[in-house]
């Protein structure tokens, strides 16, 4: 698997593998990144949309995977560079692609008491966060909201279930994305 970030600013940067996690074989199942306490993925300006690039393939790809100065490899100073010279290397049929999009924000905490809050939302449908109570739970409590396949948001307690698109946890005020490839007869 790898996953590359065309950023706001045009910037084409690959985050993984990277330095400090150069392995790009991912087994079936889930994989969480950063999979190594090592790096962080941290959302950065300029505010603006960034777009994940994901190739997943059946054999190893001579991507770089960085050194210590310059851990996440920078493959294009424009968006065209940047594809061109991954698309170079890709080679077909034997890969998948899934392209994901979100706004870079500045997610403030809001919470009073009893009340759920509500991920950040500029376009629609928006979780129907007002009027909902904050479930009751012991410490350390997981919940928040989930979009699933047909667009719909509901409130989750507990993991995010395995039908959603993307996830955004209460505690943490982050967004959580999950990328489901498959290849062959298997796909839905």
Not at 4 to 31: R, W
Not at 35 to 61: C, E, H, M
Not at 89 to 101: M, Q, R
Not at 127 to 132: L, M, Q
Request: with cysteine.
């Amino acid at each position: 698997v790898y996953i590359f970030d065309f950023a706001p600013d045009g910037k084409v940067t690959q985050l993984f593998p990277n330095y400090y996690s150069p392995n790009a074989y991912v087994s079936a199942g889930t994989h969480v990144l950063p999979d190594n306490p090592n790096w962080k993925l941290r959302v950065t300006p300029p505010p603006g949309t960034d777009r994940l690039l994901l190739i997943a393939s059946t054999i190893p790809l001579s991507f770089p995977t960085g050194d210590p100065m310059n851990p996440y490899p920078l493959m294009g100073p424009t968006p065209d560079e940047g594809r061109a010279r991954i698309l170079g290397i890709v080679p077909e049929p034997n890969c998948g692609c899934y392209v994901t999009a979100w706004n870079t924000v500045e997610i403030l905490p809001t919470y009073s008491y009893g009340v759920v809050p509500c991920p950040p939302c500029w376009y629609g449908p928006c979780p129907p966060c007002p009027g909902y109570i904050a479930p009751p739970c012991a410490y350390p409590c997981a919940w928040g909201w989930y979009l699933d396949s047909s667009g719909a948001w509901h409130m989750f307690i507990g993991e995010c279930p395995a039908d959603a698109r993307i996830c955004w946890y209460f505690q943490n005020g982050r967004w959580h994305m999950r990328f489901r490839l498959c290849f062959g007869s298997g796909c839905p």
